[in-house]
T-cell receptor, first 115, second 110 residues
């Protein structure tokens, strides 16, 4: 099946710094990528939709200036958490959409800890 | 937008018993309904999915049923084993983003 590669898998950063998370589609072209956030013992919450060649669309309540999304090519989408604070500590994961006969493919996820 | 409700939030069964997890969705345009098992800190693992043109799908001990009229779908696990203990999520999609239920923690005791 298709592979979505997400990096880094874990990152620890200091408050006030920015962190970039990359999501690559390795064997297919992804015009759309979805970004989710998951707090401990909670569900995956859709944050935003990344669209190649156009601006990302954000879900209600998600700060677009804090969570910068860029879809620079058909194989790369990035999420940058700017001016990170401890409350941004979470599990972030990307996903390509399901196809007519294929499942949605997820990256490995990134555990962000802001200290 | 889509809203997915999942019940129960926790489920404890004895080994060998059946387990049923139920989800409802709000968007009648949703046409794809996957179920995931997730280990802590890992990506969700697809265990079974169903599309809106099918009412039931089975894969060994796991089955999913879909009632489009009532807008609900269910996961059935028969002959449960301790290794089935995990967090399970349902999701619904119109072909774009998956919207997830809140999850069910299944505990199977031997």
């Amino acid at each position: 099946g298709a592979v979505v590669s997400q990096h880094p898998s874990r990152v620890i950063c200091k408050s006030g710094t920015s962190v970039k998370i990359e999501c690559r589609s390795l064997d297919f072209q992804a015009t759309t990528m979805f970004w989710y956030r998951q707090f401990p013992k909670k569900s995956l919450m859709l944050m935003a939709t990344s669209n190649e060649g156009s601006k990302a669309t954000y879900e209600q309540g998600v700060e677009k200036d804090k969570f910068l999304i860029n879809h620079a090519s058909l194989t790369l989408s990035t999420l940058t958490v700017t001016s990170a604070h401890p409350e941004d500590s979470s599990f972030y994961i990307c996903s390509a959409p399901p196809g007519m006969s294929t499942e949605a493919f997820f990256g490995q996820g990134t555990r962000l800890t802001v200290v | 937008g889509e809203n997915v409700e999942q019940h129960p939030s926790t489920l404890s069964v004895q080994e060998g018993d059946s387990a049923v997890i139920k989800c409802t969705y709000s968007d009648s345009a949703s046409n794809y309904f996957p179920w995931y098992k997730q280990e802590l800190g890992k990506r969700p693992q697809l265990i079974i999915d169903i599309r809106s043109n099918v009412g039931e799908k089975k894969d060994q001990r796991i089955a999913v049923t879909l009632n489009k009229t009532a807008k609900h779908f269910s996961l059935h696990i028969t002959e449960t084993q301790p290794e089935d203990s995990a967090v399970y999520f349902c999701a619904a999609s119109t072909g774009t983003a998956l919207i997830f239920g809140k999850g069910t923690t299944l505990s199977v005791s031997s």
